[in-house]
């Protein structure tokens, strides 16, 4: 189905983007309006093209042809955007703390920010802690805080909680709800996991295998406080987006 057009000012503007490498496609055609506040998730089967598009929106990418925009302009890596990956990419040569006052100066940010930023992910009191002393979920909660050092309007997440186990996932996605609440800053997330998407997104995108394309554009009209995440999942609104989300996914991988 098209991409909807949601209404507000856009966060991010992707209009007839396709990008190939060498002789494959990858992505597109891609039409696509974010605006500011949403919280999209992308969600399809590997090689889909959900990290590509994720790339070309924090300009590590150019597309080979049609425009992305964020904030009306093009693009730039490390200005418009905080990053988080898969994998936390600290230094380990520094303290938590110090991985997070390095994200404050680079962006012009005062030192004294870090112990506020490890409060809101949920770690107070551990700045002073190496980051191989830390758990491995711990250490993507410094990756988030790290992301939002600086205040740059967009989050972009490519699969940080995919290498976790089930338990710490959850009270990561429920962190990052929070966070994401609290801050009203535009979040895309990539994911493989179609609870997730529905649990974490305002709005979900599903992509077609390559070349990647919208197959499904659904907004995601559940509440957001005053409701335990055990409550939310246990909604019969939950369970129905959930399975018309799964079911996009099938249908496209078994097409494919």
């Given amino acids: 189905m098209p991409s909807a057009e949601p209404a507000g000012a856009a966060a991010i503007t992707v209009t007839g983007v396709e990008h190939a490498y ?5 992505l597109g055609p891609i039409d696509l309006t974010v605006p500011t506040g949403e919280f999209l998730v992308l969600v399809g089967a590997s090689g889909c093209g959900k990290s590509t598009l994720l790339r070309l929106i924090a300009g590590f990418e ?6 992305v925009l964020t904030d009306g302009g093009s693009p730039v890596p490390g200005r418009g955007a905080g990053l988080v990956f ?3 990419r600290l230094f380990p040569w520094k303290t938590v703390g110090g991985n997070i006052e390095l994200a404050l100066r680079y962006a012009g940010q005062p030192a004294d920010g870090v112990d506020r ?4 992910v949920g770690l107070p009191g551990v700045a002073n802690r190496r980051t191989w002393q830390i758990s491995g979920g711990q250490q993507q909660r410094v990756a988030i805080a790290r992301a939002l050092a600086a205040d740059r ?10 290498a976790l186990d089930a338990l710490t996932r959850e009270r990561l996605q429920e962190d990052l709800r929070t966070v994401s609440t609290t801050t009203g800053r535009t979040s895309v997330f990539v994911t493989h996991s179609v609870d997730e998407a529905v649990f974490l997104g305002s709005r979900v995108v599903v992509l077609s295998p390559r070349p990647g394309r919208i197959v499904l554009d659904l907004p995601i009209d559940l509440p957001r406080t005053d409701i335990t995440p055990n409550d939310l999942r246990g909604l019969p609104e939950y369970a129905a987006l959930r399975a018309e989300i799964g079911h996009a996914v099938r249908n496209e991988g078994a097409s494919a």
Avoid: K, N, S, W
């Avoid at 060498?22 to 990858?26: F, K, L, N, P």
């Avoid at 930023?117 to 809101?120: G, K």
């Fill in 22 to 26: 060498g002789d494959v496609v990858a």
């Fill in 62 to 67: 150019r597309p080979t042809t049609g425009t």
């Fill in 86 to 88: 898969q994998q936390p």
């Fill in 117 to 120: 930023l490890l409060t809101r």
């Fill in 153 to 162: 309007p967009l989050l972009l997440l490519d699969e940080p909680f995919a």
